[in-house]
């Protein structure tokens, strides 16, 4: 069975940051490209963040410079580190495991974000 976990998230005041956790299982992890997908209220989801099993990142324009995505593959675990955070930021954050070629694809079940004084 795959499961992929999400932690981390909260609330916090605009300018805080946040470290989002996903532990994966089920899944040779260090074979998957991994994400960091976000919906906020009323809007469709949309990519936040991506990391190739190769180590290769990519980010979406509007977290580039204050989010970053990493990997531990000992420890089947994809990470967000949330820096400078803003209002507009505000959604429910999910993790994405995604095979070579896409036959297969995998998601957690969204962990809350609220960025608000």
């Known amino acids: 069975q795959v499961r992929l976990v999400e932690s981390g998230g909260g609330l916090v005041q605009p300018g805080g940051s946040l470290k989002l956790s996903c532990a994966v299982s089920?899944?040779?992890?260090?074979?998957?490209?991994m994400g960091w997908y976000r919906q906020a209220p009323g809007k469709q989801r949309e990519l936040v963040a991506t990391?190739?099993?190769?180590?290769?990142?990519n980010y979406a324009d509007a977290v580039k410079g204050r989010f970053t995505i990493s990997r531990d593959n000992a420890k089947n675990t994809v990470f967000l580190q949330m820096n400078s955070l803003k209002p507009e930021d505000t959604a429910v954050y999910y993790c994405?495991?995604?095979?070579?070629?896409?036959?297969?694809?995998?998601w957690g079940q969204g962990t809350q974000v609220t960025v608000s004084s």
């Open positions: 990391i190739t099993k190769d180590g290769n990142t």
């Open positions: 089920g899944i040779t992890f260090r074979l998957y490209a």
């Open positions: 994405n495991a995604n095979s070579l070629g896409g036959k297969f694809t995998y």
